[in-house]
């Protein structure tokens, strides 16, 4: 059993920064590929970012690559998402989630795949403003 409790969103002018940090409680954490989704009002929840377990491989959705940057620190069970020059259509309920996997399986577009992951967090809000 993992949980997972995300924290740092916040509300942020257009171009600004956030960085989201997601907390998981269990032993093990590098035996779970690890990835952020978002959820905007009225819209489908979509794949923003995955990493891997050892944290080797990485993949971004095509809406934040080169503008979010996720990482992981094994030691401390944490996976972070540094968000950059953050737009308006970021605006979203972003989650944590989890899935076992291989430490060293790397992520792939499969990896952007919601009904894959086992464990989620509760959600922590993004709102960029115009």
């Known amino acids: 059993q993992v949980q997972l409790v995300e924290s740092g969103g916040g509300l942020v002018q257009a171009g600004g920064s956030l960085r989201l940090s997601c907390a998981a409680s269990?032993?093990?954490?590098?035996?779970?590929?690890m990835a952020w989704f978002r959820q905007a009002p009225g819209k489908e929840r979509e794949f923003v970012s995955a990493?891997?377990?050892?944290?080797?491989?990485?993949y971004y959705a095509d809406s934040v690559k080169g503008r979010f940057t996720i990482s992981r620190d094994n030691t401390k069970n944490t996976v972070s998402l540094q968000m950059n020059s953050l737009k308006p259509e970021d605006t979203a309920v972003y989650y944590c989630?989890?899935?076992?996997?291989?430490?060293?399986?790397?992520?792939?577009?499969?990896?952007?795949?919601?009904?894959?992951?086992?464990?989620w967090g509760q959600g922590t809000q993004v709102t960029v403003s115009s």
């Open positions: 990493i891997s377990g050892s944290g080797f491989t990485t």
């Open positions: 989630a989890a899935k076992p996997a291989s430490m060293f399986a790397p992520v792939t577009p499969r990896s952007g795949y919601s009904s894959g992951y086992t464990y």
């Open positions: 269990g032993r093990t954490f590098s035996g779970y590929t």
